[in-house]
């Protein structure tokens, strides 16, 4: 079946312009997570959807990163005025549930590699 | 707060011996432990997991991880390396006491040669 995709692979943009990253998870997973690979470094988190609703956006790293999903599916990553160190690979998971008590593997996908000028 | 310490940069290993890549953690409470893999210009892709039971773990491709609890260690090992082997591994850990995300380390860069 179709993994999680993600879109676009690739986004070149100038520093200060806005940018937004999408992802489609799997299909009928309603846990969906967001995650930043600096090079050398293990992916650090973000944000994790419960459904439509952020159940935890611990990981933004100030108020110029901004998620949604407004249908419990798509989700997509906004970012504001755009720095030089916003530059990095951005993955997307999904995992069946969440929660708490969830032990469910998160499903990744290839991830949008953001460049900032 | 939860931690996961991958100490070594790269394994290198002979084909067909033996490789076991390193993985320590420390949580408050009782962890949630994974491994992935990423090769390169691809995604995450899920190996094993342990979650509670069997402190021996078998995964994909032939790999397993033994969870060790006195030690905080869940190292990853393989009996036979086989070239395609040759990726980066992330360990995971999930504490139930600290929320939803998975905190990685760092990595470590398998090379398996022929």
């Known amino acids: 079946g179709a993994g999680v995709s993600q879109t676009p692979s690739n986004k070149v943009t100038e520093k200060g312009k806005y940018v937004e990253l999408r992802c489609d998870p799997i299909s009928g997973h309603t846990a969906l997570y967001w995650y930043r690979q600096s090079l050398g470094q293990g992916p650090e988190f973000l944000i994790y959807?419960?459904?439509?609703?952020?159940?935890?956006d611990s990981g933004l790293p100030n108020d110029r990163f901004f998620a949604v999903r407004p249908e419990g599916s798509v989700s997509t990553l906004k970012i504001q005025r755009t720095e030089r160190g916003d530059s990095a690979v951005y993955l997307c998971?999904?995992?069946?549930?969440?929660?708490?008590?969830?032990?469910?593997?998160?499903?990744f996908g290839p991830g949008t590699r953001l460049t900032v000028l | 707060a939860q931690s996961v310490a991958q100490p070594e940069d790269q394994v290198n290993v002979a084909e067909g011996n033996p490789l076991t890549v390193k993985c320590t953690y420390s949580v408050s409470g009782n962890p949630y432990l994974f491994w992935y893999v990423q090769y390169p210009n691809r995604g995450l892709q899920f190996l094993l997991k342990y979650i509670t039971g069997d402190n021996l773990v078998k995964g994909s491709y032939g790999f397993e991880a033994e969870f060790n609890k006195s030690q905080t260690s869940f190292h990853l090992k393989k009996p036979s390396a086989l070239v395609s082997d040759s990726a980066l591994y992330f360990c995971a850990v999930r504490d139930l006491n600290s929320g939803y995300a998975l905190n990685f380390g760092k990595g470590t860069s398998l090379l398996v040669t022929p």
């Open positions: 959807f419960q459904g439509t609703g952020a159940a935890d």
């Open positions: 998971a999904s995992s069946l549930n969440g929660g708490l008590a969830g032990n469910n593997e998160q499903f």
